[in-house]
Nanobody
């Protein structure tokens, strides 16, 4: 059974940086479009950043564009999210997700586009 495991969350001051990572227990990781979502208390889970399986193209939510960077290492079955210039409103549980459909017609941004999820890691940004 394929699993995703996040790590790297924690507490950071506003303006600081943090990197969260996700490892997949899969031999076909390179065929997955990977993404990060986040969910703040009392709010819906929302898309943060994604990276396509076929060409490595990256795409971001407007709220994090220019501050966050998603990357992947297919040799290590890992996807990272580098977060800079963090703000208190970035506080949330961050989830790693995989789209195993092999779609290439669009960049998937809906939670329903992803069929595999990690357990989440807490990121807290203090003001």
């Amino acid at each position: 059974q394929v699993q995703l495991a996040e790590s790297g969350g924690g507490l950071v001051q506003a303006g600081g940086s943090l990197r969260v990572s996700c490892v997949a227990s899969s031999r076909t990781f390179s065929r997955y479009t990977m993404a990060w979502f986040r969910q703040a208390p009392g709010k819906e889970r929302v898309f943060v950043a994604g990276i396509m399986w076929n060409d490595g193209r990256t795409y971001y939510a407007d709220s994090v564009q220019g501050r966050f960077t998603i990357s992947r290492d297919n040799t290590k079955n890992t996807v990272h999210l580098e977060m800079n210039s963090l703000k208190p409103e970035d506080t949330a549980v961050y989830y790693c997700a995989a789209d195993r459909s092999l779609r290439t017609s669009r960049t998937p941004r809906l939670a329903s586009d992803y069929d595999l999820w990690g357990q989440g890691t807490q990121v807290t940004v203090s003001s």
